[in-house]
């Protein structure tokens, strides 16, 4: 079961209550091309704001036939950078891809990060989705579900509680080794999408689970398979569900939503009420991920004014 003793994680899901966090990079629409250092000027911003989390992508590769044609900066890097530009803010990944790295290596990045930022990292994991790409690491995607499960156990063992380190192989002569330095707190472990899992292995493992925006209905569905499952364990616990969500946010303060592509076009008012709407059907935590025309200042600057105080105060 996950340790509870961090203070990050109940800062970005809460129980009966709903965040908003933003998804780097943060572009205007049509844009592919980031500049990162105006990017890390926005993330100062959100932090500056009051939005309750960062999210970054692992993308380790790009091809043509790729829906997403934007350079994503090494997470870990980035990652890195942003724990030195921000003080409040969440930091989180939404996905490291834990079956196409090595998992001590995936440690080692976590407790950095969890290390420069004082404790403010959130360790998305996926499974990545993409068979070609797992034919480019020499992995084999038929792979998928079992390399999720024994990367997550050997993430989780180092950065747990009693931290140790679990070899691949183990000679006779072979010390103990430990990743130092321990960070300060522990890292929360959350599931992203579901990296070939049951429902019911990530209400045991992880602090909850995220999920990209599906259309109303669905995602009820799936928020009540989400719920069933935690009730199903053995110790009542709080699980967080969250949800990535595209965002076009209007001019027009008063222009009803429209669904778009995994998210919606929508005015503030129509947003706010969508937010709501999500709270009260058990949304703990919802990113955005903006496409606009609008500069991204002016986005980020009017959701904070008279958005986030409906969720934040």
Request: net charge negative; aromatic share 6%.
């Amino acid at each position: 079961m996950p340790p509870a003793d961090s203070t990050i994680d109940r800062r970005v899901f809460s129980e009966g209550r709903l965040s908003i966090g933003l998804t780097l990079p943060l572009l205007r629409a049509g844009g592919i091309v980031a500049d990162f250092r105006e990017q890390l000027e926005f993330a100062a911003l959100a932090d500056a704001l009051g939005f309750r989390a960062l999210w970054v992508r692992d993308v380790p590769l790009n091809s043509a036939d790729y829906p997403d044609p934007v350079g994503h900066l090494d997470p870990w890097v980035l990652l890195g950078a942003l724990a030195t530009r921000t003080t409040q803010i969440a930091l989180a990944s939404g996905a490291i891809v834990l079956t196409l790295r090595h998992p001590l290596h995936i440690a080692k990045g976590a407790g950095s990060v969890q290390t420069l930022s004082d404790g403010r990292f959130i360790l998305g994991l996926g499974s990545g989705d993409r068979p070609p790409e797992y034919a480019a690491f020499g992995r084999d995607p038929q792979e998928r579900r079992e390399l999720y499960r024994t990367h997550w156990e050997t993430v989780a063992a180092a950065l747990g509680e009693a931290p140790r380190v679990i070899p691949d192989r183990r000679p006779e002569d072979a010390p103990e080794f430990m990743l130092l330095p321990q960070p300060p707190l522990h890292v929360p472990m959350l599931a992203v999408g579901s990296g070939g899992q049951s429902v019911d292995w990530i209400a045991r493992h992880s602090i909850g689970w995220m999920t990209y925006h599906r259309e109303p209905e669905t995602q009820r569905a799936r928020h009540s398979m989400w719920r069933a499952a935690v009730d199903r364990l053995q110790e009542p616990a709080f699980r967080a569900f969250g949800v990535a969500m595209r965002l076009d946010l209007s001019d027009d303060s008063r222009e009803a939503a429209a669904p778009l592509s995994l998210g919606y076009r929508a005015g503030r008012r129509a947003l706010h009420a969508l937010l709501d709407e999500m709270r009260e059907n058990g949304t703990h935590h919802v990113t955005l991920n903006l496409t606009s025309d609008r500069p991204v200042r002016d986005v980020l600057e009017e959701l904070a004014a008279d958005v986030l105080p409906g969720f934040h105060a």
